[in-house]
């Protein structure tokens, strides 16, 4: 394994979860692309230890599920600007981490632990390598 300067998307903890239609406008991009065409080159992609438990310590809370996907996806521009990221790395591939229960995406679960209706957000936002 070698060792790759950092994409700089983020600085300290990273990873985060995000917004379930965003992230799938992302994952249905790289889907319908031509993979032998030219995507910039993304190794890796590393999420810390805290926020990666975190969220996973919320979706035991909020969500009824049975797996996690990794998802590739290349970013959009309507992504990188919701969150206010680098425009430049739209197109760039990452993985995106979606809950799933059974072969549907997960949805969030209310105090009563009735489903609501929301599909759970997915995590995503990592530190892309190179």
């Not at 903890?13 to 995507?39: H, M, R, T």
């Amino acid at each position: 394994m070698t060792t790759t300067k950092s994409s700089g998307l983020n600085s300290e903890a990273y990873g985060q979860p995000v917004d379930f239609a965003l992230a799938n406008e992302c994952i249905e991009s790289y889907i319908k692309s031509d993979v032998s065409a030219a995507i910039p080159k993304t190794e890796s992609v590393e999420f810390s230890k805290e926020t990666l438990k975190a969220w996973i310590s919320n979706l035991d809370k909020t969500t009824e599920y049975s797996s996690i996907r990794v998802s590739l996806g290349l970013y959009t521009e309507s992504f990188l600007k919701y969150y206010n990221k680098d425009i430049s790395l739209t197109g760039v591939l990452t993985v995106f981490l979606m809950p799933y229960l059974n072969d549907n995406p997960a949805f969030q679960i209310d105090e009563s632990a009735n489903v609501s209706g929301n599909p759970t957000n997915p995590f995503n936002l990592g530190e892309l390598r190179p």
